[in-house]
């Protein structure tokens, strides 16, 4: 099966430029997640998303930060305007409405550098 | 609150060494716990889930809910085992997943 696409792999913008992502997940997958991946530290989660409603959203700073999933599959992520601590490596998941032994499917990831 | 901690961020061993990459947990109920891995250049990808008790690679790990503990082991290090190692708790809520901040492998020749 196809994997989860994200796009662009790299971007590069100044402080206070907005910049957005974009997830296509894996065909079928109701859930979708972003996180959030500064160097040396695990993925945090931004956002969930399941089909286009939000489950938790409780760490997205939402004074810059937004998400939306229209349809229920693609979703973009924007950030305006962008702090120079956003430069972190933005990843993508998606996971099927299954049972307790789903996995969750990442992207490639976006790295993302504020200068 | 759940928490997942992996208290080592480099561990290097020799090529044919045993191998454990410590993670211990804090979760208000019956988590599901990961390993995922990370190759260089690649994407993120499951290694191992417990409720599969499998092996995979020759790794292993089981849940101790005593110890609150899922150590990933390996009797005989490889250098292509060398990668980042994330372990992770799916909440039993909503499918949430929470990782550590990763113990990165390094298997010298």
């Known amino acids: 099966e196809a994997g989860v696409a994200q796009s662009p792999r790299y971007k590069i913008i100044e402080k206070r430029q907005s910049v957005a992502f974009w997830c296509n997940p894996i065909?079928?997958?109701?859930?979708l997640y972003w996180y959030q991946q500064i160097l040396g530290q695990g993925p945090k989660l931004l956002i969930q998303?399941?089909?286009?409603?939000?489950?938790?959203d409780s760490q997205l700073p939402k004074d810059r930060f937004s998400a939306e999933r229209l349809k229920g599959v693609d979703s973009t992520l924007k950030i305006q305007p962008a702090k120079l601590e956003d430069s972190a490596v933005y990843l993508c998941?998606?996971?099927?409405?299954?049972?307790?032994?789903?996995?969750?499917?990442f992207g490639q990831g976006t790295r993302l550098t504020v200068v | 609150a759940q928490r997942v901690t992996q208290p080592e961020k480099l561990l290097s061993v020799f090529k044919g060494a045993p191998v454990e990459l410590k993670c211990n947990y804090s979760?208000?109920?019956?988590?599901?716990l990961f390993w995922y891995v990370q190759y260089s250049r690649q994407r993120l990808q499951l290694l191992l889930r417990?409720?599969s008790r499998e092996s995979i690679k020759g790794f292993t790990a089981d849940l101790n809910k005593g110890e609150t503990s899922f150590h990933l082991k390996k009797p005989f290090a490889q250098e292509e085992d060398s990668a980042m190692y994330y372990c992770?708790?799916?909440?039993?809520?909503?499918?949430?997943?929470?990782f550590g901040s990763g113990t990165k492998l390094n298997v010298k020749p």
């Open positions: 998941a998606s996971s099927s409405p299954g049972g307790r032994d789903t996995e969750a499917f």
């Open positions: 065909s079928g997958h109701a859930t």
């Open positions: 998303f399941q089909n286009n409603g939000v489950v938790d």
């Open positions: 979760y208000s109920g019956s988590p599901e």
């Open positions: 417990h409720i």
């Open positions: 992770a708790l799916k909440g039993i809520n909503f499918n949430k997943f929470y």
